[in-house]
Nanobody, 114 residues
Framework: QVQLVESGGGLVQPGGSLRLSCAAS????????MGWYRQAPGKQRELVAT???????TYADSVKGRFTISRDNAKNTVYLQMNSLKPEDTVDYYC????????WGQGTQVTVSS
């Protein structure tokens, strides 16, 4: 059974940091591209960052220089370090695994507010 379980969301002040984690199971993690997406209410889900099995990384322009994606294949976990958070980063964040098949996590909420 495939599972992607996100954690690490919460409330943070503008300028603060959070680290999201996504623990994967039920598939060969090291062979999959992993990604983080986010979705605001009423809007389409959008790419935040991806990291391929070969560790090629892509970021959305809106998060470049602030967010860092990484993966630990020994722990079957992908991370998203988010620094210099802004109120507009307040949305739900979803973990994604892709390699022919596509899997999604249930999402974790991030709120950036003073």
């Amino acid at each position: 059974q495939v599972q992607l379980v996100e954690s690490g969301g919460g409330l943070v002040q503008p300028g603060g940091s959070l680290r999201l984690s996504c623990a994967a199971s039920g598939f060969t993690f090291s062979s999959y591209a992993m990604g983080w997406y986010r979705q605001a209410p009423g809007k389409q889900r959008e790419l935040v960052a991806t990291i391929t099995s070969g560790r090629i990384i892509t970021y959305a322009d809106s998060v470049k220089g602030r967010f860092t994606i990484s993966r630990d294949n020994a722990k079957n976990t992908v991370y998203l370090q988010m620094n210099s958070l802004k109120p507009e980063d307040t949305v739900d964040y979803y973990c994604n695994a892709r390699s022919g098949f596509v899997f999604w996590g249930q999402g974790t909420q991030v709120t950036v507010s003073s």
